[in-house]
């Protein structure tokens, strides 16, 4: 059986205080509806990952983004030793912001891939299309091209801990959501991709998620599609209560 998870990317939004009330209400919200077949993930940004860590009781705490070399002359980033030091040890990789304003590579995000596994990390790996990828038809094959640069160094064993998120460009922060028939055939396509460059058994392990302005307004059709196992939630994670409510629309669901 397969995760289900809803996670929140807060990207480079909120102040601590935020962060710590956040923190209690989504407590007191889990704690009250009993929260036991979700897992749940928040995605602070760096400054805030300490007092979230500390509040967070029912939910756990990752960080959006590390620079994969052990230590050294690296002005300005954050190293996986220094995200473990802060008893972290969930990462998001891959997402398209990082990919198309931060230059990142798909041998860079490999590389990172491999940091955070070897430190014994969840990396949540992020793949999706832009528009006129789409628009030319070619986003299976895309998806499939993104999926080998950063998965071909590794074998089924070494992956087990990895989730993935599928988030098409075109849906991150411009209220426009794949509908339920175009998130079920690319997460298809990503499990059977899996299942033919590893093994069923890997395929059928791990979590793929949506992500692309999911909200509680059509969370409850995307996660009822047999290949959507949870969502990486931007915007609709700043509020406690609408994440909540999404969270919620998981566990009513599964
Ligand atoms: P969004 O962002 O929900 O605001 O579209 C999703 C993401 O970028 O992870």
Same mark, same amino acid.
């Given at each position: ?13 909120? &102040?601590?205080?935020?962060?710590? *009330? ?5 407590? =007191? $919200? !889990? ?16 400054? !805030?990952?300490?007092?979230? *860590? ?19 002359? #690296? ?6 030793? =220094? ?26 995000? =490999? ?22 990828? *789409?628009?030319?038809?070619?986003? #299976?094959? #895309? ?14 064993? %070494?992956?087990?801990? &990895? ?27 990503? *499990?059977?991709? &899996? ?16 992500? $692309? ?21 931007? $915007?609709?994670? &700043?509020?406690?209560? %609408?994440? !909540? ?7 009513? !669901? #599964?």
């Amino acid at each position: 059986m397969r995760k289900k998870i809803v996670a929140g990317n807060w990207k480079m939004n909120l &102040l601590k205080d935020d962060a710590i *009330r956040f923190a209690e209400e989504l407590n =007191q $919200g !889990l704690f009250s509806t009993d929260n036991r077949t979700t897992d749940v993930f928040v995605f602070p940004g760096f400054t !805030l990952l300490e007092a979230a *860590r500390q509040n967070a009781e029912y939910f756990k705490i990752g960080a959006q983004n590390f620079y994969p070399k052990q230590s050294g002359a #690296f002005t300005g980033e954050v190293s996986i030793e =220094q995200l473990k030091d802060l008893n972290l040890d969930v990462v998001i990789i891959g997402h398209s912001e990082r990919r198309i304003l931060f230059n990142e590579s798909n041998q860079f995000i =490999q590389e990172k891939l491999f940091s955070a596994l070897d430190n014994d990390f969840t990396p949540i790996l992020c793949i999706g299309e832009t528009l006129d990828v *789409r628009n030319n038809g070619h986003h #299976f094959s #895309f998806i499939s091209e993104q999926l080998a640069a950063a998965l071909n160094a590794f074998n089924a064993h %070494q992956l087990e801990k &990895l989730i993935l998120a599928y988030e098409p460009v075109w849906a991150i922060g411009t209220g426009i959501t794949a509908s339920t028939e175009q998130a079920e055939e690319m997460h298809c396509h990503i *499990r059977s991709w &899996l299942t033919n460059n590893f093994s069923l058994e890997l395929a059928e392990k791990i979590s793929i998620l949506y992500g $692309g302005s999911c909200n509680e307004m059509n969370a409850k059709e995307l996660f009822s599609c047999p290949n959507v196992d949870g969502g990486l939630i931007g $915007g609709a994670s &700043l509020n406690a209560k %609408q994440f !909540l409510s999404i969270i919620n629309i998981m566990n009513g !669901l #599964f």
